[in-house]
T-cell receptor
Framework: GAVVSQHPSWVICKSGTSVKIECRSL??????MFWYRQFPKQSLMLMAT?????????EQGVEKDKFLINHASLTLSTLTVTSAHPEDSSFYIC?????????????FGPGTRLTVL | KQEVTQIPAALSVPEGENLVLNCSFT??????LQWFRQDPGKGLTSLLL?????REQTSGRLNASLDKSSGRSTLYIAASQPGDSATYLC???????????FGKGTRLSVIA
């Protein structure tokens, strides 16, 4: 099956710094990628839909100026958490849709655990 | 707005038991339904995907059924093993290019 990677797998940063998380589709092109956030013992909640070559679509309650998404190529989307604060500590997971498959399967990255001190 | 509910929230069983995890969704107009496994601190592993036109899918000891009209799916795990201990997530999509809506999961513990 298709593979999606995320980098870094974990990051610890000081409050006020910015953190960039990369999501790559390794063996397929993805015009659409999704970014989810998962707080401890909670389910995954969609943050935004990342579309190649256009602006991301954010879910209600997600600050677009704080969570910057760039989908500059068909294999890479980045999520930048700007001026991170402790409440942004979470598990961030991306998914990419492999349009070649008739089932339109979405493949998930392994996630990035962000801890803001 | 689509909502996905999973029952029970947690389940503990002795090794060897057969068990059923339940998932329900409020809007029956789904495109497909997926079951995932998530180990603590890890990402998602896709277990089974059922298209809206299908009734069930099987993989090894796992069997997932879908009753679209009633908005329900079940994941059946046969002869459970300690290695099955994880959180199981159910998710639905309304089209091929839309994000998934997840339930909160069922935390399964299989005791040796």
């Amino acid at each position: 099956g298709a593979v999606v990677s995320q980098h870094p797998s974990w990051v610890i940063c000081k409050s006020g710094t910015s953190v960039k998380i990369e999501c790559r589709s390794l063996d397929f092109q993805a015009t659409t990628m999704f970014w989810y956030r998962q707080f401890p013992k909670q389910s995954l909640m969609l943050m935004a839909t990342s579309n190649e070559g256009s602006k991301a679509t954010y879910e209600q309650g997600v600050e677009k100026d704080k969570f910057l998404i760039n989908h500059a190529s068909l294999t890479l989307s980045t999520l930048t958490v700007t001026s991170a604060h402790p409440e942004d500590s979470s598990f961030y997971i991306c998914s990419a849709r492999d349009a070649r498959e008739s089932t339109d399967t979405q493949y998930f990255g392994p996630g990035t655990r962000l801890t803001v001190l | 707005k689509q909502e996905v509910t999973q029952i029970p929230a947690a389940l503990s069983v002795p090794e060897g038991e057969n068990l059923v995890l339940n998932c329900s969704f409020t809007d029956s107009a789904i495109y497909n339904l997926q079951w995932f496994r998530q180990d603590p601190g890890k990402g998602l592993t896709s277990l089974l995907l059922i298209q809206s036109s299908q009734r069930e899918q099987t993989s090894g000891r796992l069997n997932a059924s879908l009753d679209k009209s009633s908005g329900r799916s079940t994941l059946y795990i046969a002869a459970s093993q300690p290695g099955d201990s994880a959180t199981y997530l159910c998710a639905v999509s309304i089209s091929g290019n839309t994000p998934l809506v997840f339930g909160k999961g069922t935390r399964l513990s299989v005791i040796a």
